[in-house]
């Protein structure tokens, strides 16, 4: 049974940085694209960033690049997103989810067939 869970959210100030873990059991981690999305209030799920399998290629959403970086420890098991330079609008739950195995990383939800419980991230201005 795949069980990802989600960790190191929390509240801080704009500016600040936090650095989101995934850990992941119940699948061959390595062998699988990963991907970060999050859930603002009243709005969609929307893609955040996503890495290939292996060590693989990585995607970012234009409104995280240069601050956000998706990164993976396939020996460890975890997805980590690292946020520099957090804004209020990057409040949000943030969601953990595994994708193709084998696969490329993707934007699409579709692609992702197992979701963490979330891990909320409040910015305060």
């Known amino acids: 049974q795949v069980q990802l869970v989600a960790s190191g959210g929390g509240l801080v100030q704009a500016g600040g940085s936090l650095r989101l873990s995934c850990a992941a059991s119940?699948?061959?981690?390595?062998?699988?694209?990963m991907g970060w999305f999050r859930q603002a209030p009243g709005k969609d799920r929307e893609f955040v960033a996503a890495?290939?399998?292996?060590?693989?290629?990585?995607l970012h959403a234009d409104s995280v690049k240069g601050r956000f970086t998706i990164s993976r420890v396939n020996a460890w098991n975890t997805l980590y997103l690292q946020m520099n330079s957090l804004k209020p609008e990057d409040t949000a739950v943030y969601y953990c989810?595994?994708?193709?195995?084998?696969?490329?990383?993707?934007?699409?939800?579709?692609?992702?067939?197992?979701w963490g419980q979330g891990t909320q991230v409040t910015v305060s201005s």
């Open positions: 890495i290939g399998w292996g060590m693989g290629s990585t």
């Open positions: 119940g699948l061959t981690f390595s062998n699988y694209a």
């Open positions: 989810a595994s994708g193709r195995r084998w696969g490329p990383p993707s934007v699409v939800n579709s692609d992702y067939d197992y």
